[in-house]
C-alpha cells in the first residue's frame, strides 16, 4: 500500500499548516496589517515572549539555524518589526528587538490567534485540541533530537 496519498500525515500537516497561515494573513490584511506575513510569526513569537533576544537564542527557540535566523530577521527588519543591536556584554553577537510598530501589532497577532484557535476548538473540542498541541510540541522536540 503506498504511503503517497492525501492521508499521508505529512501532507496533512503540510495542508493544515498552510490552511492556518491563509487565514491568519487574511485575518491581519483585515485588520490592516497586510505586510506582516505569517512566518514573521518565527521571529515574532518568541520576542513577543521575551524581547532583545541574542540572535543565536532566538533561531534556538524558533526552532530555526542561525543561517535562516538571520536571513528571517532581515525580512522582519525590512517590515519595520524590529532591529537589531550589538550585544553590550558582546560586541560580536547581535541582539533583536520589536519596534513599536510590533508592538502596536501585537494585540490584534492575539486577538487573530484567539479566533483561530476557537475555531480549531469548535472542529475538536477542548480536550482533543489539548491531545493535538501536546502531540505536536512532542513530535517537533522528538524529530530535532
Not at 87 to 106: H, I, M
Not at 113 to 142: C, D, I, K, P
Amino acid at each position: 500500500m503506498s504511503r503517497i496519498t492525501r492521508t499521508n500525515l505529512g501532507f496533512l500537516l503540510a495542508k493544515a499548516s498552510q490552511r492556518w497561515n491563509a487565514i491568519l494573513y487574511a485575518r491581519f490584511c483585515d485588520e490592516g496589517f497586510s505586510h506582516i506575513r505569517p512566518s514573521f510569526g518565527a521571529i515574532l513569537v518568541p520576542l513577543f515572549e521575551e524581547d532583545g533576544l541574542r540572535l543565536g537564542e532566538l533561531a534556538l527557540r524558533a526552532k530555526l539555524s542561525k543561517q535562516t535566523m538571520t536571513t528571517m530577521v532581515r525580512l522582519v527588519e525590512n517590515a519595520k518589526l524590529v532591529v537589531t543591536r550589538p550585544d553590550p556584554e558582546d560586541g560580536r553577537a547581535k541582539r533583536v528587538y520589536l519596534t513599536k510598530s510590533a508592538r502596536r501589532f501585537e494585540p490584534v497577532a492575539e486577538k487573530v490567534l484567539a479566533e483561530l484557535e476557537q475555531h480549531a476548538m469548535n472542529v475538536e473540542g477542548r480536550v482533543g485540541l489539548e491531545q493535538v498541541r501536546s502531540w505536536l510540541e512532542r513530535f517537533t522536540a522528538a524529530a530535532l533530537a
